[in-house]
């Protein structure tokens, strides 16, 4: 993949790039403000941008708004935002066009998940931190569409949010698949979801869902 940076810690910045040039990846560029990270993903036209939330020039919001901006201008990349803390006002419009990622930088433990979900968000998927998810989850009224989801529903559901397959749902929350396909079919039909094209379905399954925070 081809990869553009954004993130103002040059320490946390130069690590990320080696640890994406060391598992194989073309890192093209590296910005450390929100102006800059613009400018290079119009100049480079990368598969993917890591963001970092929090950039100059104001150090509140300035990732999350020029992830909006690389996203109206540059549609087939995929966009990962990273932060230290949860906040969602962003996350809704940009995941609904897809390739999209929100990943907090504490809990990014593992390498290989890190990289999976990389992949994941670059193909097109999703990646949602779980963290991210259940603050999503908080504070349902009793309108809410997903009000008729059991809990359990609830728990497959957010870990669609999260870009899980059915196999990774079923791993995740010791499931067997075919539990997890019966499911996702009671989450569909609860949602009043059409019986189209699965993926499309899930799609709409997790807009719902997000488009609840």
């Known amino acids: 993949m081809r990869i553009v940076i954004g993130e103002d810690s040059a320490l946390f910045r130069e690590g990320l790039a080696s640890l994406l040039i060391d598992s194989g990846h073309d890192v093209v560029a590296k910005a450390a403000d929100a102006p800059s990270l613009v400018a290079a993903v119009d100049a480079t036209e990368p598969d993917l941008a890591v963001i970092d939330i929090r950039m100059p020039p104001d150090h509140t919001d300035d990732g999350a708004r020029a992830a909006r901006t690389v996203r109206a201008g540059h549609p087939r990349t995929g966009i990962v935002l990273l932060s230290q803390h949860v906040e969602t006002r962003h996350s809704v419009e940009l995941v609904s066009s897809g390739g999209f990622g929100y990943l907090l930088k504490d809990r990014v433990l593992d390498v290989d998940d890190f990289l999976d979900a990389l992949r994941r968000v670059a193909a097109g998927g999703s990646a949602l931190d779980p963290e991210v998810v259940t603050r999503l989850l908080a504070g349902r009224g009793a309108g809410d569409p997903l009000a008729a989801l059991t809990p359990r529903e609830r728990e497959v559901l957010a870990a669609m949010a999260e870009g899980r397959t059915n196999v990774g749902i079923a791993r995740r929350l010791w499931l067997t698949e075919r539990t997890v396909e019966t ?20 799609v709409q399954a997790v807009l719902v869902f997000l488009n609840r925070a």
């Open 183 to 202: 499911h996702i079919g009671s989450i569909m039909a609860k949602l009043g979801l059409a019986a189209d094209e699965e993926n499309h379905r899930r």
